[in-house]
């Protein structure tokens, strides 16, 4: 376990105590999100890479050193992370660069990177002594956390849209959480959960307010480092839609600087939906805020017109001379087929987009020859399975006779 020595305002900078029960900054409100911070000279003498080579734990649990939790018996008892890691020499080849690796992170628990906040939220509640636990959610934060605080043995109060996938709600339910779907956007069931919350007292998972989700999201970059030996990607494709994954990768790595096992954090490139991009325009305009708008996507994951971690993701590609892109819903459907078709990987729409602005990125002729790029698959492709019908294409139905299958094949050559 990690000390957590301050939590810091992204904003102005100004600290609290741990201790304190702060979850935004004070005086900068809910844009002021707060850095975990740790005694890093400490940290330094036992997150070495021979002590983790030691660890026997395949899931998250194994970086605790790093993790902002008092005592491991509070995780959840699922597997999550230790995702596959893929070198694909086929798409190094196309797109002219030295490596191209994909992480699968639909391949956890739930089927979404967004397992990694929530084993991480459910130990701070039951470290907090709640007995209940509730999140705002475009669907996968919801289905992470519900089947950890099922495993966790806390009641999960879940909001979502109206509109969140079926088989996403779906997942809600079998967890035994008590779904509310909320009529309209994320936006409202983000101002809904947060007015329950307050009124009933159930723990806030919400990432982009709790700040020790965050600290679950790096772990996928503490994974990639540990999996490469420290010798990082110069560059991580990541989709963004509140800006939660993309600031966790920059935790992560930022960690690893501080502790001296990396000495550059890589560019961080955030890759939003050209219908819900606020976070991309103020990149791309130099601006410190955000303005909202109205989302239109298939993205239904990074359907995000409000984003509520703007600041910290902002900082994320700022700081890691990284970069933004937008990407059609043509370019992601594209990208689910070539993906599946290539790697293997079925990511969901949002899952992909990390990828379909990879190749978009190929195409703008900003990629070096002697790069190695990473790209993160955030979820699995049957989360929603209308937009993969949707990018899949149609089967023949035939009699059950050689001549119909005989007519069909001909007629494809
Ligand atoms: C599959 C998937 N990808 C990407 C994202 C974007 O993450 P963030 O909202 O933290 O930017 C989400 C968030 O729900 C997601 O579920
Ligand atoms: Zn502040």
């Given at each position: 376990m990690a000390l957590v020595k301050k939590l810091k305002c992204v904003l102005c900078g100004k600290e609290f105590d741990?201790?304190?029960?702060?979850?935004?900054?004070t005086d900068c409100g809910p844009d002021g999100t707060l850095d975990v911070l740790y005694d890093y000279g400490e940290i330094k003498g036992k997150f070495t890479p021979k002590a983790l080579f030691q660890?026997?734990?395949?899931?998250?649990?194994?970086y605790i050193d790093l993790l902002?939790?008092?005592?491991?018996?509070?995780?959840?008892n699922l597997k999550v992370g230790c995702s596959p890691l893929y070198e694909s020499s086929f798409w190094a080849k196309k797109l002219g660069v030295r490596q191209v690796l994909i992480k699968?992170?639909?391949?956890n628990p739930t089927a979404s990177f967004k397992d990694r906040a929530s084993f991480i939220g459910v130990a701070k509640a039951k470290e907090a002594g709640a007995t209940s636990i509730s999140c705002a959610s475009t669907g996968n934060a919801a289905s992470s956390l519900a089947g950890c605080a099922a495993v966790g043995g806390l009641d999960c109060y879940i909001f979502v849209p109206?509109?969140?996938?079926i088989n996403k709600v779906t997942q809600l339910l079998i967890y035994g959480a008590k779904v509310f779907l909320v009529k309209e956007t994320y936006e409202d069931a983000f101002r809904l959960a947060s007015k329950a919350i307050e009124t009933y007292g159930w723990y806030n998972r919400n990432s982009a307010i709790n700040p020790y989700l965050v600290e679950g999201k790096k772990t996928c970059a503490l994974e990639l480092a540990e999996e490469l030996s420290f010798d990082l990607p110069d560059k991580v494709f990541v989709s963004v839609g509140d800006g939660c994954i993309i600031s966790g990768f920059y935790k992560g790595f930022y960690d690893l600087k501080q502790i001296g096992l990396i000495d550059e954090i890589p560019e961080l490139i955030g890759v939003q939906a050209e219908g819900a991009a606020p976070i991309y325009k103020a990149f791309i305009e130099g601006k410190n805020f955000i303005t909202k708008e109205k989302t239109n996507t298939l993205a239904d994951s990074i359907a995000?017109?409000?984003?509520?971690?703007w600041a910290k993701a902002l900082r994320a590609v700022r700081n890691s001379g990284g970069d933004m892109v937008t990407v059609t819903d043509e370019e992601i459907l594209e990208a689910m087929r070539l993906l599946a078709r290539t790697s293997g990987v079925f990511g969901e729409p949002a899952g992909v987009a990390g990828f379909a602005g990879l190749l978009k990125y190929a195409q703008s002729h900003?990629?070096?020859?002697?790069e190695s790029i990473a790209v993160i698959?955030?979820?699995?492709?049957?989360?929603d399975s209308e937009s993969a019908r949707k990018a899949a294409g149609r089967p023949f139905v035939v009699e059950p006779t050689l001549e119909a299958v005989s007519r069909i094949l001909g007629s494809m050559n």
């Open positions: 741990p201790e304190s029960d702060t979850f935004t900054c660890r026997k734990e395949k899931s998250i649990s194994r902002p939790i008092s005592d491991p018996s509070f995780f959840p699968d992170d639909g391949r109206e509109k969140a996938p995000v017109g409000e984003p509520r971690n900003k990629l070096k020859g002697d698959v955030t979820g699995n492709g049957l989360k």
